[in-house]
């Protein structure tokens, strides 16, 4: 069974780092592509970063050169390390997968997610 748990989210100051981890289970984890998304009540979701089978890497404008995504195939684990962060950067933040496919799609097309786990900046 495949899953996705997500850890690492806190509650911290603008300016703050965090790094968020997602460990993974029950797929070839170095095969595919996987990536962070964010949400907000009432908002849509927000993709944040994936990144591909073969290391390709995409970042979304509002996070760009403050957040790096990163992954150790070994350890099947997905990270997330969150520099200089703004309020606006409060959210949950989602562990995605998109199994079957070693490249990125839109967001629409991961195919499993984990829980979350909540990111809260304040000012």
């Known amino acids: 069974q495949v899953q996705l748990l997500e850890s690492g989210g806190d509650s911290v100051q603008a300016g703050g780092s965090l790094r968020l981890s997602c460990s993974t289970s029950?797929?070839?984890?170095?095969?595919?592509?996987v990536g962070w998304v964010r949400q907000t009540p009432g908002k849509e979701r927000e993709g944040v970063a994936p990144?591909?089978?073969?290391?390709?890497?995409e970042y979304a404008r509002s996070v760009e050169g403050r957040f790096t995504i990163s992954r150790d195939n070994d350890r099947r684990t997905l990270h997330l390390q969150m520099d200089n962060l703004e309020p606006a950067d409060t959210a949950m933040y989602f562990c995605?997968?998109?199994?079957?496919?070693?490249?990125?799609?839109?967001?629409?097309?991961?195919?499993?997610w984990g829980q979350g786990t909540q990111v809260t900046v304040s000012s």
């Open positions: 990144i591909a089978g073969n290391m390709n890497t």
């Open positions: 029950g797929f070839s984890f170095s095969r595919h592509c």
């Open positions: 995605a997968a998109r199994i079957g496919y070693w490249y990125c799609g839109h967001l629409d097309e991961f195919t499993h």
